[in-house]
């Protein structure tokens, strides 16, 4: 007997396919409508990374707009994580000075403290770094709704990501570090004396976290590597001389930080 117009096995095969798809977007739809506070950071993060890219590769957006609109995202983001970690409202001291404990806060502190400043490409780093590795977690969890391969080329990035998270979290340490002494060579051009008073208050919030140990480990690192160049036989006696000068001063700077 004839087959024709009898469908085939392949040609059977797409409805069931679209079916599981449906299925699998379907959890996935399901997830974000249980975590919504997790998309909206997750789109915050996406537009300080869209922005902050703008801001470096300047081919489509105007380049001023993208500085402030990075800034902008990453000040949304904080906030939304602070009001997540945040312990209920207090008009108190102790309750101001909890909420400075918390990560968010500074990045909140930081992105208000430039967000009206001159553009300066080195102020973007950490907080486009901090995106990558938030979006990528998140999306990590998204992809795990799919509970599928399909997604390879996403779930390899992710997983090179998480690879380098250590490395990130020193770069990004190194950056907020670096960041001070750039910023008094330009006090007194375009940034100002106020910005370095304000700047240094940040730093001493990134020294003291709890949750992130990289940039006081970092200013350790620092310390190693220049008090081993000073220690060096051929460093000119004033070179060594300022670099021991330089780690006794930024030494009687660092806060007071009590162990976790």
Known sequence: MSNQGQPSEQEQAPPEASTSDQGKFAALFSYFKSHPYDVVLAVTRLLTLVYSFGYVFPFFMNPQDCYFKALASNAATSALRLNQRAPP??????????????????????????????????????????AILNFSHASSAWLAQLNENDLQIGRKLIGFIEAQRVNILRLIAYSEILLMPLLVILAFSTFGILKIFMYYRFLSLRYSSRRNPYTRNSFTEFRIVFEQLANNPRCPTFIRSLI?????????????????
């Open 89 to 130: 409202f207090q008009l108190s001291q102790i309750y101001f000075a909890q909420l400075l404990l918390e990560d968010s806060a500074h990045y909140l502190f930081y992105s208000l403290t430039f967000i009206y400043s001159p553009p300066l490409t080195l102020v973007l780093l950490p907080v486009a770094l901090f």
């Open 244 to 260: 021991h000068r330089s780690i006794s001063f930024i030494s009687r700077l660092a806060p007071m930080t009590v162990p976790t």
